[in-house]
């Protein structure tokens, strides 16, 4: 597939050192992201506000220390930019939300000085779903993040500038959030690499919280490997081992409905991997209804974020746009014994899967049983159905490009136990797969 | 101190396989537990159904087993007593709750049918608070269970019953259940041991919800040993080598108000394990609100108590006292955002007393804050914030006796990391401290 024509941006995280082996300079890779945000970011508008200022001097220290032969670590130089709800000191701290707009952060989130020690460069924030709740990333605060891959196509969300300036790249990876997909899910619209960690695996401190009980940090990253080096910079542990059982396929019948595209990749993937010598095997998990599991999500995330916005909301309702105000509004009239129920459905279903999957060494699905949405069509109920269950049970998971189809791209999921092997894991299936093409306007 | 003058009751659990080798039978000592709930129970109440005719058949059963030398398990033939809200077939599954005193149990439930599968002979159903939602076991349905040690003093609750047949001789063990401390404040009241495994340890499939996130099938028994024995044969794992780390003194500087019975008892039992060579290191945990813990169980109690009971409190209403009601109304009534935020904190609770209490053993505080109360006398608010401490970790937890005072029991609590290692633990504590002494009455 047609990649970066620049080297420096072809080369991601990973092959950066590489580069600076050869005489390329950290300075050098910041300015070409710099230079590439400036010209492309007008037509997609993944990055909100930048700090290059803040950006080359960093990348300044970086070179210094890999002349001095002592870098931080594999990921020291690499420009990577964050979603606007993940804590950037001095840059606004808005979640998407237009409360927020002057929410200048006074330090860093966790995983953003976690970031910063081992080296890497802060380009600056990126565009998201308004509060992280929804799936458009069409935000009338931050702008219309549009999809890379064909404008008029949604990036998907919540975290859709991540996945839209790692796909264009505009940084060498992002992070972002998910809690019920929205890692996974702009990822696989944008055709690159996912990662959500496990439960816990990146601090949230500092993150504005949609839900506590399903956030995650995740990373975003044109491979698994820079998905795996950027996501150890944070904190979690590193890859070990290839866990050797086989993988689970989880039998969809009856689950959920795939896009004819969707199923279409999905089997000849399965099939791809299977010739490539994979071992796998079709797992039905019974009385799994996913959309309950998604209702009780969505409630709980409702319901949460009511409680993180309280005191804005009171304050500045004007600052939440009426579709937002009203979902929420929705958390806060349910009945207690409703919500009582739905962080129940959760603990049953994580035990289920959890049992059934133990033998496994992985399980696979579609990472979306839809491809990107045009703007202004109808929003697929249904499109985190699927990576929602990678919240739910606290596991590691990956979105890893798996083809394209009427030039929007495809993606397989697969969520893992622990986060050293799902990596190993994720860098065979990732180097077995086919890439997504980079979008033509991008290359 | 004084114990049981009859051989048989004073075998406990543990010393009955001793004197099936010198002659006794399985059916004598069925017999002499069925002879002393006749004669002792109309005084206490602590027996509410009785099951004479299978006990004496499943005693004739195992009595073969150890004649043919194939016991089913070290406790095959012991006499075990279970709380009414843990179905056994045949007999009411009332869960003290007079809506449902017609509720007759179809089968057993998982911990009864293991038990049955170990070989115990199961005498039949305790009393308890209604719904398990209280301390008291004044229960206007089953009647007012007695504390063996002082007439008019409550048992405590909700395990009332369990710990109340235990004590005073009409059962060898007893199961009881636990959301916030049921099983272990009853067994400090009565002068047992009370064992609550880590969570889920136990299934609580067949017994009646209180709380489906806090609630623990324990054990009631006399010494250490015998509630490992039969929190084995429910499915608990097999006690494992004691660690060997010191032991945290919980710092209850500001967080609780001793009685001064109680807190010369914790000192003075304190100093006996210094005296006694064991290690112990006070242990601060800062930001802990054991008021709001206590407040955040009790409205997750009472919602999803309020979902087990919803159908019966829709059909009968008169079924339930004004009290429970009154409880279960009061947690309807609340906005999902408080019941959100009070799951929160559980999970904060919890991450905090577990990164606390990493380097020890054990944590050791209390079990109560005070001695057994008089009925009609206020209830003390606090009588669960240490127990409590228990159910949001998930945490095995015994209550071990540990002196008297004023004719009433004292006991001293041990929270571990594991079932087997924890067992270990109390087992060493339990050869340390002082018992209780049986109740005279008793004898």
Redo the contacts between chains.
Sequence with gaps: MAGFSDPIIAAGVAGLPALYAAGVSPVDVTEAYLARIERLNPAIKAVVELDAAGARAEARASAQRWADGKPLSPIDGAPIAVKANIAVEGLAHSAGIKAYARNVAPADAACVARLRAAGAVILGALNMHEAALGATNDNVFLGRCENPHRPGFTPGGSSGGSAAAVAAGLCAAALGTDTMGSVRLPSSYCGVVGYKPALGAIATDGVTALS??LDHVGVHARSAADAALVAQACGVGATTAPDERPLAVLDLDGLVQLEPAVAENFTSTLDHLARAGWRLEKLRIEDLDLGALRRAGLL?SE??G??EH?RALALDPEGFTPELRSLLAW??R????????A??LL?EVRRKIISATAPYSGLLTPTTPQQAFAFGGAIPTSQADLTALGNVLGAPAFALPSGEADRLPLSLQVIGMTDGATQALAARLFETLPSAAVPEAFR
């Design positions: 506590w009980t709980i319901v949460e009511g409680v309280r958390g806060a349910q009945t207690p014994a409703k919500l009582a129920e962080y129940r603990t």
